[in-house]
């Protein structure tokens, strides 16, 4: 435990930093309705590191965040001015055609270097597991200095003022992304700045509670990710953003309880759910009757859950020929992990095997591998022979409890249509 | 939950095979017994590594006294790509006893998308001379001795339920320049019905074969899999079904009988490198020694004829071959000499391109056991009701099977709209290449695809 909490509190230090900062600056566009100005700055941004990596400067390094930061400024620039040319286009359109441009810049850039998917991946995911407190001290007097900036112009930051201030937002705002992406990328950063926010704006009013909303919801929901990624061996970036969509779903679950409507909202959800569970059962109903071979992920769920249910429609030889392959696939995978397994022992415990008796396990493993898949590949098809079969029957029972489940009001209907 | 799930696995795999040799047998079969020996499919207690004769190896005894062993194919029961005369047997049994084996696939790992031919090249040139096939084997039969004869008599054949079909990009196959890329076909074989859809509408019977069985060669050292010969070996002949017998001459003391390349159908050619491959959850056979008449290479009796045959890198020379092997046949049958006997075999033998891709061409030919019978000598040159047909007829047999088989390949591709690697495919699983009319000046080769494989759609 003390080792996961040495690696992990790093990390999470930095991200109490960014939805600190985040946090703020995600309230203030939610009111400008300049959603994804975060998204756009922070791809210009990550197009300036781009720039700099083809010019042979090194990802964390003082010169490509210069690059960077060069380019979130002209961006900001940009942004600055977008609010005069939105008075017949929208702001967000020409913020989503700065971003996309930015992207697709960036790709043409680094289409042909060696490691440039790596790059990309590097910018959308970040790499927030391997900060450290280094980075701490770097951004936090930083995002403390924007952050009294702010403070002290706050009646200028309305966003209805004169240009220039306009500039000093988008240009500080611009600054804190650099850094930001460059240590989180471009996804956890728009997650930090949105959803904290959206959480604080969803249950204050005032900016204070907001804010005070905001940070709580952000560090704990950046601890639970951090915490996740590290249990489940996920990508920690990733997971931290797939965690903040998580708590705004809950969060607006609970929205309605908490505005003293818990009656009709339980009402809506009931109702929302019976639709949904509806939807999914008449979308699988036609999946099945229209392409019965192909996945069914609805009735597949259903039978690894309980395996009986294929009883209802495998013949006793189909029964019989899915299960000896399943006990067949397993075998192979059985057989193929003992060969990994001697060979790991040999290799670390005692004597190597010779080169020939390691090609020749990598040989079996390569058989093994290919009758496991071919097992694989006979449940499959038995599978959805008796599928195809049973393709109208089937589809016209989901269809039937699809439409017990609807929250239809069938009297209703029964009465109008007499 | 795996091995809990693997042990009934093998005690199952190892119960039916037992229960599948004794109905086999013509004599009263014993009840199954419940084995004294812990299962062998399983290596959950350890590798004893390939060494000599597992005495694990489960074996019951049939009233008449000869015996079934089983054995699974595992690690230490298998060998990788080469025929070794000095490899430890895996099993021992005697003349007269039968074997119930499992057999496993080949890979084709190599043909995945993005692997560069040079890779594969790679794959083959850091283990030269190595086949790619998987063969249960070694076994050790008591009685035989060099000069004697071994006949193994195939009694059953019960194929797994999937099969591959593929091409290696670049390489091997009858055309490796033409076909720079490659595919891999997943197929499932409905045993019920013994059939399988190759294609939507494409429905081919189901006739499972060993591609390969094999004594020990003569010569001491590590021989590849993939070339046939005097020692049987990788034939691809697929009339050696269910109910025929290999006559093969003992090269080395136990004679070392291997099997693998387990086929569940194949054209005659096999052009694209593979038929349908897949691994046999039982072969069943019975091995049996026969002394004081001696044979110089290998031949195959059926029901109703006996087939020679021939190999050599040039088809030429496999021509050559076999129609030695069959004129020498015929004389001895019809008790004629060899000059009347070589008119003879224009009139009454079958012969057909058995494969084109194993290193050796393969040419066989079916002769009639009745001497007043003669084999199905339908040469077509055109369609017919029966037949789609390519024939071509050149001075060189080599070119004579390339010209027609590649002939086969773009009618499919035109007039049945197949796609070209699958027509590759098709061509190998289901064309049937028949030596016509041959002299010193023109060697007829006629391709032919039985029209009865389409079927309507589902």
């Known amino acids: ?418 | 939950m795996g091995s809990n799930l693997f042990v009934p696995a093998a005690l199952g795999f190892s119960g039916a095979l037992i229960a599948g040799a004794a109905l086999a047998q013509t004599a009263p079969p014993a009840a199954a017994p419940a084995s004294p020996y812990p299962p062998t499919a399983t290596i959950a207690n350890g590798y004893p590594g390939v060494g000599p004769a597992d005495n694990k190896l489960r074996v019951t005894t049939l009233p008449n006294g000869k015996k079934i062993h089983v054995l699974p194919a595992t690690l230490e029961t298998t060998q990788w790509g080469w025929f070794d005369n000095a490899q430890a047997p895996v099993l021992r049994v005697n003349s007269g006893d039968t074997i119930a084996l499992e057999t496993m696939m080949h890979s084709h790992n190599q043909v995945v998308p993005g692997t560069t031919i040079e890779q594969i090249k790679k794959l083959r040139t850091d283990f030269p001379g190595r086949g790619p096939h998987t063969l249960t084997g070694p076994i050790y039969i008591e009685e035989a001795q060099p000069g004697d004869v071994l006949k193994v008599t195939l009694n059953k054949i019960v194929p797994r339920a999937y099969a591959t079909n593929f091409n290696v990009p670049g390489m091997f196959g009858q055309f490796p320049s033409v076909y720079q890329d490659g595919q891999v076909k997943y197929l499932y074989l409905d045993l019920d019905k013994m059939q399988t859809e190759f294609l939507p509408g494409i429905v081919l019977p189901l006739k499972p074969f060993p591609g390969t069985l094999a004594v020990a060669r003569k010569e001491p050292g590590r021989y590849s899999s993939v070339p046939p010969g005097e020692f049987a070996g990788n034939m691809d002949i697929r009339d050696f079904v269910a109910g025929t017998s290999l006559y093969v001459p003992v090269h080395v003391p136990g004679a070392l009988l291997w099997t693998g390349d387990s086929h569940a159908g194949q054209g005659n050619g096999e052009i694209n490198l593979t038929a349908i491959e897949t691994a046999y959850r039982e072969l069943n056979l019975t091995v049996e020694v026969i002394k004081g008449k001696p044979l110089d290479f290998p031949r195959i009796e059926t029901p109703k004829s006996w087939i020679t045959m021939g190999f050599d890198q040039d088809l030429n020379n496999a021509w050559a071959q076999a129609k030695a092997q069959t004129v020498k046949f015929l004389a001895e049958q019809r008790n004629v000499p060899a000059d009347q006997a070589e008119k003879l075999m224009a009139g009454v033998s079958d012969c057909r391109v058995s494969q084109v891709v194993n290193v050796k061409k393969g040419i066989h030919c079916l002769n009639p056991k009745n001497a007043r019978d003669k084999e199905d000598m339908e040469r077509p040159t055109k369609e017919t009701a029966k037949y789609y047909v390519s024939h071509v007829k050149d001075a060189d047999l080599n070119k004579a099977m390339n010209d027609a088989s590649m002939g086969m390949i773009k009618l499919l591709e035109s007039e049945k709209k197949i796609a070209r690697l699958d027509a590759y495919g098709l061509a190998s699983v289901a064309m049937d290449c028949r030596v016509g009319a041959v002299s010193d000046t023109e060697k007829n080769v006629h391709c032919l695809m039985p029209k009865s494989i389409w079927v309507a759609k589902r």
């Open chain 1, 1 to 418: 435990m003390s080792d996961a909490l040495a690696l992990l509190f790093p990390p999470f230090l930095v991200a109490v930093c960014l939805v600190g900062i985040h946090a703020y600056f995600g309230i203030q566009v939610l009111a400008r309705k300049v959603i994804f100005v975060d998204l756009a700055l922070a791809q210009v941004a990550a197009l300036g590191a781009s720039v700099a990596f083809m010019l042979g400067h090194p990802a964390q390094n003082f010169t490509t965040y210069g690059y960077s930061l060069a380019f979130a400024l002209l961006a900001a620039v940009l942004l600055a001015f977008t609010r005069t040319w939105g008075t017949r286009v929208p702001q967000e359109a020409l913020i989503g055609v700065i971003y996309v441009v930015a992207a697709a810049a960036a790709i043409l850039l680094i289409d042909r270097a060696p490691q440039g998917a790596e790059h990309l991946k590097q910018i959308l995911t970040g790499n927030i597991l391997t900060s450290g407190l280094g980075d701490v001290a770097l951004i936090v007097p930083l995002y403390a200095a924007i952050g009294l900036l702010h403070w002290l112009l706050h009646r200028q930051m309305t966003g209805a003022g004169p240009l220039a201030w306009e500039f000093v937002f988008y240009a500080t705002f611009g600054a804190v992304v650099t850094s930001s992406v460059a240590i989180a990328g471009v996804l956890l950063v728009f997650s930090f700045l949105i959803i904290p926010a959206a959480i604080g704006v969803m249950f204050a009013s005032s900016l204070a509670r907001q804010l005070a909303i905001g940070w709580i919801a952000g560090v704990i929901t950046s601890a639970a990710g951090l915490a996740a990624s590290f249990a489940l061996d996920l990508p920690t970036g990733a997971t931290m953003v797939c965690a903040f969509g998580g708590v705004l779903a809950v969060a607006g679950m609970f929205y309605p309880f908490w505005r003293g409507e818990p009656r009709a909202a339980l009402r809506v959800a009931g109702a929302a759910a019976r639709w949904g569970v509806a939807a999914v059962l008449a979308a699988s109903a036609l999946q099945l009757a229209a392409a019965p071979r192909a996945d069914q992920p609805l009735i597949d769920l259903a039978e690894y859950l309980i395996p009986p249910l294929r009883s209802l429609y495998l013949s006793p030889a189909e029964q019989a020929a899915f299960a000896d392959a399943g006990v067949h696939a397993e075998r192979y995978r059985a057989e193929a992990e003992q060969l990994n397994d001697r060979e790991r022992r040999t290799r670390t415990e005692g004597e190597a095997l010779d080169e020939f008796s390691v090609a020749r396990i990598s040989s079996f493993l390569k058989s093994y591998g290919e009758m496991r898949k071919g097992e694989q590949f006979v449940m499959h098809e038995v599978r959805a022979r008796a599928r195809e079969r049973i393709r109208w029957s089937a589809a016209l029972g989901l269809l039937a409890f699809a439409l017990l489940l609807a929250p239809v009001p069938w009297r209703q209907v029964w009465a109008r249509l007499r």
